[in-house]
């Protein structure tokens, strides 16, 4: 594996990139992050904060005159807003930004620096790319500034800034290292505003006016900003477990090719915005987080750990599991059939209902009353529907408490002929349960209906045990307690109807206990189970998996969380509360779920490969220029293998 022979490349880099490989579930090897009050946060060296004290009256402070070097997107995205502040800006930059510096009423310097820094700016802000920084920074004519110039810079690596700045910016002049942690997408995603956006930076050295300063950060304050006063080691520290973890996460969905779905999840959109939000940002920029955050490598391992640990926990159930015909006959009908015309025939499906028509009201029997046959149950008899139950473990208070009548005996629930069977069972212990059941204590033409994320595997099931008489409805709510909490307005409901009488009456009732979903705003989308099951492969079934993979990684919320980071924890949560079954029953009984693991891991190794090949060329042209007697060498001991 790449990663196991990363410690010898690595270990011919300075100190501060050597890691020892780490422990997936060590408490050493897992970061530790201290709980977070409501307020903004101010950190010191100790790495203990706290809310500052205001950095300025929110008062019109005078103008600074503020150069900024690199005038690219970044540069361009704050000067908008330090223009709209009144402040004079200066600007240079390698290609030739002067149609944007004139829009935006700055005053563009094309090619000499000289003729910039002679305009004596009292701010000199960097813009530059990580990769960038040290050749510009060596390039600056610091004897055309005033002495005692501010300098900062705002890239996404802290440590590494802070030695550039002390060795080449002159003892003379001052220093502050920050970090907008937001950017051009993420402020837009914002509506456009920065308010409660973090802003973290590090006094590293201000002897001269501190006014100027304040009236820096000033800026940022008035805009909303969290202001998160934090050393750069600690920014760094942090960074390496939010930041670093978001753009892994998000470069290799970005390798997925994952597209939008007619049955997409909360989650699954979330983590197609945390994709888009990643192609918006160049590959030096995340290979910068790699090589200058000296924790980015552990936090890679970690992440590897726990991808080969969640493998090895679901083939480890796959051991000694014979797999009974469960996709035999139509169910190895191939999702490549699936065309463009049904997918579009899908995403154009409206569902209607009467809402006036007391006569749809229904007998509901529910099997396994667990935590989604009660939150399912709750809206039923909302409704006025009503609604039976059984389950195996004893919840008749909850069911009291609910107005749903429990029954202990599955033959006292279905000889009270319920005109629905709703099972809410898992998809381990379905097949089970449908051997189990007293068919002959219920009406002929009962309808069966079942809530399970995969869905050709019940199909399959119903059709082979359910009696012929019996109507079959495979229904998948693509949401439950958590996503479902607020409403089920605009959340999607899939559905197949499978085998349903001619009648009118037996239509009536399908389209009664449809209505219960549509009613309450869902999207409601009819489409085949065989095109379900290809659909949550790529969606349902790769949000659990990232979701998993980061839950083993312990990630907590940080002093420093981006946007996207808190997406990912929420992701966690969301997952953690669902049991390892539901995931496991995803990949056993979704015949597509086994392509998308393996398209997930060949994703990984690719970026790694991307990274340390990088880093092997870096080093090589470090150590060596292009001398091709050395090159002989590092092939001898393998080092070559990273390219």
Sequence with gaps: MIISHSQHLLSLFPTTLRLTKPSLASPSSSLSFPSLSSSSISMSSSSSFSLPTAISPLSDPPPLRIAIVGFGNYGQFLAETLASEGHTLLAHSRSDHSAAATRLGVSFFTTDLHDLCERHPDVVLLCTSILSTESVLKTLPFQRLRRNTLFVDVLSVKDFAKTLLLQYVPDDFDILCTHPMFGPQSASSNRGSWRGLRFVYDKVRIR???????????????????????????????????????????????????????????????LLGLAENTRGDSFDLYYGLFVYNSNSLEMLERMDLAFESLRKELFGRLHGVVRKQLFEGETHQSHIALDVTMSKDVSDFKYEYNADDSSRLLKIGIVGFGNFGQFLAKT????????????????????????????????????????????????????????SLPFQR?????????????????????????????????????????????????????????????DDRRRSRCDSFLDIFAREGCSMVEMSCAEHDWHAAGSQFITHTVGRVLEKLGLESTPVDTKGYETLLKLVENTAGDSFDLYYGLFLYNPNAMEQLERFGFAFESLKKQLFGRLHGLLHKQLFGNDKETQIMLETTGLSTFR
């Design 208 to 270: 001269g006016d501190r006014s100027r300063c304040e009236k820096f950060l000033a800026v940022f304050e008035r805009r909303g900003c969290e202001m998160v006063e934090m050393s750069c080691a600690d920014h760094d520290r942090y960074a390496a477990g939010s930041q670093f973890i978001t753009h892994t996460v998000g470069r290799v969905l970005e390798t997925l090719k994952l597209q939008s779905t007619p049955i997409n999840t909360k989650g699954y959109e979330a």
């Design 380 to 435: 039923m008899v909302k409704q006025g529907h009503t609604v039976l139950a059984y389950s195996r473990t004893d919840y008749t208070d909850a069911a009291a408490e609910l107005g749903v009548s429990y029954y202990s005996d599955l033959d006292d629930l279905f000889e009270e002929h319920p005109e629905v069977i709703l099972l809410c069972t898992s998809i381990l212990s379905t097949e089970k349960v449908l051997k």
């Design 442 to 502: 219920l009406k002929r033409s009962t309808l069966f209906v079942d809530v399970l994320s995969v869905k050709e595997f019940p199909r399959n099931a119903f059709l082979q045990t359910l009696p012929q008489d019996f109507d079959i409805l495979c229904t998948h709510p693509m949401f439950g307690p958590e996503s479902g909490k607020n409403g089920w307005n605009g959340l999607s409901f899939v559905f197949d109807k499978v085998r349903i009488g001619m």
